[in-house]
C-alpha cells in the first residue's frame, strides 16, 4: 500500500513537471501566408503591414474580408488572392486615388507657419465606417440676418 502511494505521488510529480516543461518551450511560429497578386502594394510588403491595412480599411467602410475577398467554394476557406468580387477592384482604384489626392495636394507640403501638415484623405475621410457613402450636400447656413430677401434662391438686389 505504501509503495503505490510512493508511485501515484511519483507520477503526478513527474507530470506536473512535464506539463510545467511544455507550458514553458516556445511555440513554433507559424510562417505567415505567401503575398499574391498584389497589385497596388509593394511586392516586398511585409505580411503584418498588409494585415493592418486590410484592418484600417475594414473598420473605415464598416465591412468584413469577405466584402472584398471571394471564399473558396471547394476549401471553404478565403480565398485573398482571387479577383472574382468587384468590390476588391473598386477598393484598388480608390487606394491609387487617395494616393494621388495625397501626392498632390498633402505630402510634404507646409502651413503658413512651416509646420509640415500631416493631413491628407483616407477611405474614413468619405466612408465614415459606412461601405457605400451618400453623397451629402451641406445644410442651407444663412449669415446672422437670416435667409435674403425674397427666399433662398433670390439673386442679390442690384442696389
Request: net charge positive; proline share 9%; aromatic share 6%.
Amino acid at each position: 500500500m505504501h509503495l503505490k502511494k510512493h508511485l501515484i505521488v511519483t507520477v503526478s510529480v513527474l507530470a506536473v513537471i512535464s506539463l510545467c516543461v511544455a507550458a514553458t518551450l516556445p511555440q513554433q511560429q507559424q510562417s505567415p501566408p505567401k503575398l499574391v497578386n498584389l497589385k497596388v502594394f509593394p511586392k516586398n510588403i511585409p505580411y503584418r503591414v498588409l494585415d493592418h491595412q486590410m484592418d484600417v480599411w475594414s473598420a473605415s467602410l464598416g465591412v468584413r474580408c469577405t466584402f472584398c475577398h471571394a471564399r473558396n467554394e471547394q476549401t471553404g476557406k478565403m480565398d485573398f488572392a482571387s479577383d472574382a468580387k468587384p468590390e476588391k477592384t473598386a477598393a484598388r482604384h480608390m487606394f491609387v486615388m487617395t494616393a494621388k489626392i495625397n501626392k498632390k495636394f498633402f505630402e510634404a507640403k507646409k502651413d503658413t507657419l512651416g509646420m509640415v501638415l500631416a493631413s491628407g484623405v483616407n477611405c474614413n475621410t468619405c466612408h465614415h465606417g459606412v461601405s457605400h457613402p451618400k453623397a451629402k450636400e451641406p445644410e442651407e447656413h444663412h449669415g446672422p440676418g437670416g435667409p435674403p430677401p425674397g427666399g433662398a434662391g433670390a439673386p442679390p438686389s442690384g442696389k
